[in-house]
């Protein structure tokens, strides 16, 4: 007899991520907000079935886009996935738009692997939705973010965001983060 998957850690960080995003639009989607982490999780599916991994990667923005904190993460999901999530959010305070980016880069640079693969599912769903929407409507994209120079910005921080994250080349994700890169701002 096989024994089942244990998905329990990964079942309950689901469930806040839900609660926690409930009512909330992805930017510019028209589509509830937790599509998003959910696609993050699933990203991160095709490189491990680590369930900490996985639960730390639905919870990926949770401490930074909605009230539940640092602390409750700890306390429901323990150490680990606390760490896992705290590489992936950006910092607080009063920085600008390049700042908080630059100190967002050099955190997935000086993670460790584990915390590199959680990024990636981020970035990697973050990019398949700029070079989607790229197509579809074209430089008015731009716009959407709060980036000063606009594609310029944008093209910096993913392509920032690749190097940081290059010791995963050797993954397909990692390899699809690139080709959208180099699709929607050319090599």
Known sequence: ???PLETGIFDRAVKLAVDAHSGTERRGKGFPYVIHPLEAASIVATVTNDPEMLAAAVLHDVVEDTDVSMGRIREEFGDRVAMLVQHETAPAGQLGWRQKRQIQMEQIAGADRDSKIVALGD???????IANDYCLIGDSLWSRFHAPEGKKDIEWYYRGLAEAMSELSDTLPFQEFVSLIDQTFGK
């Open 1 to 3: 007899m096989n024994n």
């Open 123 to 129: 970035k990697l769903s973050n990019m398949r939705a």
